[in-house]
Every structure is written in structure tokens, then in C-alpha cells.
């Protein structure tokens, strides 16, 4: 990670930590960088948050003043911008969301015109200008960029969605929780153009209700909801929309893990599972891996983050991997998760199956998991303590093979998080706070 851009892109509270003038020169380097040769032509989309508005102008006035084209999609899913920068011709893509986060945060993230994220070096050469280190030229007279509205865009996406399938929806009753946010422009749309009947829930942004107590990090409404009516399957979306948590009619969670494990079998059956490999990350249940052996599938982890997934996919020749949070990768379709196309490919399951998502989940049994964030200074230094880590390394000791303890930095956030699987929530408590206590004292 550097200095500004983390896992996921450059990430902050709105005008404290993220300002509007590093927004500016986050897109005047875009800008000068993707038109030394020729005029630069970028992609910027958003989500319903307060800021974005903000981010967006300040990244296209910094961007068309560095001499290139932006053509502004306006509110849509990051999976959106990825998917347009792999059809069209774009010199780079920037998606203005932070995601999961509160309305109060935002972030910046970049991609690539091949759709993945922006490489480190490039990302190097943006902070190196973000601290005043290097001069670059305005353009000037005709070199100037123009911004042009490029709405279409989304529509783009939606019909590229839809071709991708060729069953209907007409018998099914669906539940969204659409976390007023990126998937308010698309979800609801798509499904009912397929033929099913929506209710929808969380589906009114006003800037600051994104993600509040809704959506694939707060699905209880939803749960309930699914409880009350005759509803085949309930879809929560994350404010940006590349992440997915199913329900099941009776508010069970149909978390990540077990997205991967009912599409993980689906396509081994099929004989579409190159490797016979799934890709997961560290933070996967281990009742999960568990599941995929028994099944005969491979399960190979990678540190957290959609990036080193896709990275592993790739090297590998992978077609399915993913995160527990519903950040799901179907590389046949897809550079990064995408929470409208993993709806449809659960759907496809169930449709080509004809088992409700219940039936599919059965096999995979999830151990209880608890995860803690701590607050920290220095996530380096807490990571490195001999105590932390002479506390950790005796706790998989006593739990002997039949769960686990995790510690690792937060990527966007200064925390530290603590996760225990065993096999009792009383036995995760005990062992979670044993570190976390750990962690304060020794930081206090």
C-alpha cells in the first residue's frame, strides 16, 4: 500500500482526511498522464453519497485541465465503470465510493482501460505529485478537455447484463435491499425487465442514508422482511454495488462463502471449474473449506482484498473466487465483483436446478466467527508486537486445529481486526478479547 491509496483506491472522510483539492489533482495528474501523446479520454462514476457530487467535479475540472475528455456516467455501480473500460475506448476509469462505508466517507478508486485496478506504479506517480514533488504543464488553448455527459452508459451495462442469460424470472418473488445507494439505478430495473416481481427496501438515496443500517454489511431488515411474505430470495446490495449477501425465505444469511460454495459446485458439475480450484481469502469460514474439500473442490486463499483475488484468478487461470463479504469475481464475465451479476448467476442456479438456495447451501455447515476491530496508532507496529504475536501463536495451539485466530491490519482504516473462529460463541469471545485486551493495553 502507499501512501494514500490503499487496497481499495484512495479512501477518507469527505473534506478532513479526502479533500476536494486532492480530488482536483488526483484527476489533473489522470489528466496530463493519459494525454502526453493524445488527448485522454477518462470515466468517472459515483454512488448516492453527499460528496460525490463534489469529488466528481473537482476530479473532472483537475482532469480536463490536464488535457484530457471526461465522460461522467453520473450515479452508478463500480462494476459499471469496470465493465465499460474492458467494451469501450477509455484511456482510464475512476468510480467515486467508499463502498461500504458511511455517507461521511469517500474514496477515489482507478482503474485501468483493461477494468482491473490501477497498477502501484502508477499509483506512485499520483501521490508523488499529490505531495508537491513534481511540476507538470496545464494544457493549454485547444488541448483543454471538454466534459461530456455519458449517461448512456449505464444503459450499456444493464443490456450487457441481461445478454448474458437467457432464462426468465416471471415465477419469482424477490426481496432488495438496495442500501440506497449505486444499485438504486440498476437492480430493481434489470430484475423486472427479466420477468420477476421486486420489493424493494432502502431504495431511496438522499446523500447521507447510504449504507445506514441497511444493505450487505446490515441485512437484519431484510431478514426480517424475508420472514414476513413468500419470497423465493432476498438480494442485499453494498452502497456501491459490487457486493452481494443473499437471504433465504426463512432470514437465514446466504453470505459470500456460501455464494462461492452453491457456485463452486454448480460449475464443477458443469465441468466449467478450471483448476477445480475456487479462490477464496484468508478471511473465508473455515467451515468453507471444509465444504470444498468434501466436494472435491480446491480451495486456494489469498491476503483480503477483490485485487489479490482477481490477481490469483488470473495467474491461474481461475474462472470463481471471492470474498465472505459477497465481493464475487466470475472472471468468464467480470475484472471485479459485481453484486447484480452474482444475483443473476444465483439465480441461474436455482432456475437451472430447480432447488431453492437452501437446498443448494446444504454441506456447508459455518462455524461461529467473531471479528473485532480495534482501534490503533501505528497498524504496522501493533502487527509487529512480540506479545500480540506470541498471544496468537498460543491460541492456535489450544485450539488445536478446530478453528482458528486471524489478525491483520485494515486496508482502508486505522484498525486492527481480530478474528476467531471455534466451535462455540463462547469459545470465539473468549479467544477474541484475550488479543484485543492485548492489543489496547499495549497501545494505550
Known amino acids: 500500500m502507499g501512501k494514500y491509496f490503499g487496497t ?18 488526483i484527476g489533473r495528474y489522470l489528466g496530463y498522464y493519459y494525454s502526453r501523446n493524445q488527448k485522454g479520454r477518462i470515466l468517472i462514476g459515483k454512488d448516492t453519497r453527499l460528496s460525490s457530487d463534489m469529488f466528481e467535479s473537482a476530479i473532472a475540472a483537475g482532469a480536463t485541465a490536464g488535457g484530457a475528455d471526461v465522460c461522467l456516467i453520473g450515479c452508478c455501480p463500480t462494476p459499471c465503470v469496470a465493465y465499460l473500460l474492458t467494451r469501450e475506448t477509455f484511456s482510464c476509469g475512476v468510480m467515486i465510493s467508499a463502498s461500504h462505508n458511511p455517507y461521511h466517507d469517500n474514496g477515489i478508486k482507478i482503474f485501468s482501460s483493461e477494468g482491473v485496478k490501477l497498477s502501484a506504479d502508477i499509483e506512485a506517480l499520483i501521490e508523488n505529485y499529490m505531495d508537491g514533488n513534481e511540476e507538470i504543464p496545464y494544457a493549454q488553448n485547444d488541448a483543454i478537455g471538454r466534459v461530456i455527459s455519458y449517461h448512456e452508459g449505464l444503459d450499456h451495462y444493464l443490456d450487457w447484463l441481461q445478454s448474458l442469460f437467457d432464462f426468465r424470472l416471471d415465477s419469482m418473488h424477490l426481496a432488495l435491499d438496495l442500501a440506497n445507494g449505486s444499485a438504486t439505478t440498476t437492480a430493481r430495473q434489470l430484475l423486472e425487465r427479466m420477468g420477476a416481481h421486486c420489493t424493494v427496501i432502502h431504495g431511496n438515496p438522499d446523500g447521507v442514508n447510504i449504507n445506514t443500517n441497511c444493505g450487505s454489511t446490515h441485512p437484519q431488515s431484510l431478514q426480517e422482511l424475508m420472514k414476513t411474505g413468500s419470497f423465493d430470495l432476498g438480494l442485499a446490495f453494498d452502497g456501491d454495488a459490487d457486493r452481494l449477501i443473499a437471504v433465504a425465505p426463512d432470514g437465514r444469511q446466504i453470505n459470500g462463502d456460501y455464494i462461492l ?20 481469502t484468508v478471511m473465508a469460514n473455515l467451515g468453507f473449506f471444509k465444504a470444498m474439500e468434501k466436494a472435491g473442490i480446491r480451495s486456494e486463499s489469498t491476503q483480503v482484498g477483490d485485487k489479490y483475488v482477481y490477481e490469483c484468478m488470473v495467474k491461474n487461470g481461475y474462472a470463481l473466487g471471492g470474498e465472505q463479504s459477497g465481493h464475487i469475481i466470475f472472471r468468464e464475465h467480470a475484472t471485479t465483483g459485481d453484486g447484480l451479476l452474482t444475483a443473476l448467476k444465483l439465480l441461474e442456479v436455482m432456475h ?93
Do not use: W
Open 352 to 444: 437451472r436446478t430447480g432447488k431453492g438456495i437452501l437446498e443448494l447451501a446444504e454441506g456447508l455447515k459455518i462455524y461461529p466467527q467473531l471479528l473485532v476491530n480495534v482501534p490503533v496508532r501505528d497498524k504496522q507496529a501493533a502487527m509487529e508486537d512480540p506479545q500480540v504475536k506470541a498471544e496468537v501463536e498460543q491460541i492456535n495451539a489450544e485450539l488445536q486445529g478446530n478453528g482458528r485466530i486471524l489478525v491483520r491490519p485494515s486496508g482502508t482504516e486505522p484498525l486492527v481486526r481480530v478474528m476467531v473462529e471455534a466451535e462455540t460463541d463462547e469459545l470465539c469471545s473468549r479467544y477474541v478479547y484475550r488479543v484485543v485486551d492485548l492489543i489496547q493495553e499495549r497501545n494505550q
Open 8 to 25: 481499495d483506491g484512495v479512501r477518507g472522510k469527505a473534506n478532513e482526511t479526502l479533500s476536494a483539492e486532492q480530488a482536483f489533482r
Open 261 to 280: 460454495y452453491i457456485c463452486g459446485r454448480y460449475l464443477k458439475d458443469l465441468h466449467r471449474l478450471p483448476g477445480n480450484t475456487v479462490v477464496s
